[in-house]
């Protein structure tokens, strides 16, 4: 019984591990793709992948489930899914040309359901003696979780390192919006007009100023919670202290969730500037060093890290330490201490009385 506990535990985290972190982020896989293709343009191609492969292998896996077998089907579905994602690895020219791609990707999905997504549920309901069932159910049910969560996670931060080993190449060409050779696709515009002139209630703003070597620059992720708060209010001491400056970023995007015309974009962007402006000015009304906004359309990771490429600092806040030691809450913080450029610091809102230190 305990082999069939294994069994079905690990089928089940094996599963789940592919499976979250491959459908949560699959417009970003998308993204890859075609870097220009908004949010929304992806999750509709997402779904269209998902009827047009995923539903008919689930019917039928329905009409074959007791022709063939359970061994059998689930067998025969992890080993496509594995042989799908290994093709699109090594075939040149299948990440970057749409109709090998969807093929390859579409016929993992369509093994996925014509496979281990039906048989994992199955399995634990037939196999453990009536006594017993729905424990070894609820025990394969939590493995799989795990195994959710773990692949949901590190998904992200995998795409993260993948984008960058891309972007290398480009790394001295591109820069953010507002200097030469902007990458549109963050399509990062600044707050203002004029360079040194005072918006609102005193926001300097030095918007296409070039950077001297003697210039101490300090890019802050900005979301408007305490924390971002914080680490603002932290960054702008360190910067006096440097006779340096400060870029705020806040990064935005259409929701994951969404139907066509259900988001005007131009109403997000303009809601996402007003936000950045006033958690700005909530901090800071009178900049006691040269202050830049950002707002930038696109992955907050993507975005931070493109930002920081050639700043001397990045800053974010953070809300500490989780229960399992040494793991930091929130994918963003992680991935970004990872794979910046420059060294990162994380801010607590317990800091935010003692800028700069």
């Known amino acids: ?133 729905t424990t070894g159910h609820g025990v394969s049910a939590a493995a799989g979780k795990i195994g959710a969560f773990a692949g949901a996670y590190l998904f992200p931060v995998m795409l993260c390192v993948l984008a960058r080993d891309q972007g290398g190449r480009d790394r001295g060409r591109h820069r953010v919006a507002g200097r030469p050779g902007a990458d549109r696709r963050l399509a990062a515009r600044d707050e203002g007009a004029q360079p040194g002139r005072p918006l609102g209630t005193g926001l300097l703003i030095t918007q296409g100023r070039a950077r001297t070597h003697m210039t101490y620059r300090i890019v802050v992720g900005v979301d408007a919670s305490p924390h971002s708060t914080a680490a603002l209010l932290w960054a702008l001491g360190q910067a006096q202290s440097k006779s340096g400056e400060i870029v705020a970023l806040l990064s935005w995007q259409v929701p994951f969730i969404s ?38 359309e696109g992955d907050p990771i993507e975005s931070l890290l493109k930002a920081a490429e050639d700043a001397d600092l990045l800053v974010l806040g953070t809300r500490g330490r989780s229960a399992f030691a040494g793991l930091l809450l929130g994918s963003v913080s992680q991935a970004v201490s990872a794979h910046a450029s420059c060294p990162v610091v994380l801010v607590k809102k317990s800091d935010e009385a003692q800028p700069g230190h």
């Open 1 to 133: 019984m305990l082999l069939w506990l294994i069994g079905t535990s690990g089928a089940w985290f094996l599963l789940d591990f592919c499976y979250y972190g491959n459908s949560i982020s699959t417009p970003e896989i998308l993204k890859l793709l075609n870097p220009h293709a908004s949010l929304l343009h992806n999750t509709l191609v997402q779904l269209g992948i998902f009827a047009a492969f995923a539903v008919p292998g689930y019917i039928v896996a329905i009409l074959l489930l007791d022709k063939t077998g359970r061994k059998n089907i689930q067998t025969l579905g992890f080993f496509m899914m594995g042989a799908m994602f290994l093709l699109i690895g090594l075939i040149p020219g299948a990440t970057v040309n749409a109709v090998p791609f969807i093929l390859l990707y579409g016929i993992s999905y369509f093994f996925t359901g014509f496979g281990p997504n039906t048989t994992t549920f199955i399995y634990p309901a037939e196999l453990f003696p009536l006594e017993v069932r």
């Open 259 to 296: 139907v066509p015309g259900g988001f005007d974009k131009y109403e997000l962007e303009t809601g996402a500037k007003a936000l950045l402006r006033q958690t700005v000015e909530a901090v800071a009304p009178s900049p006691p060093v040269p202050l830049r906004t950002i707002v930038a």
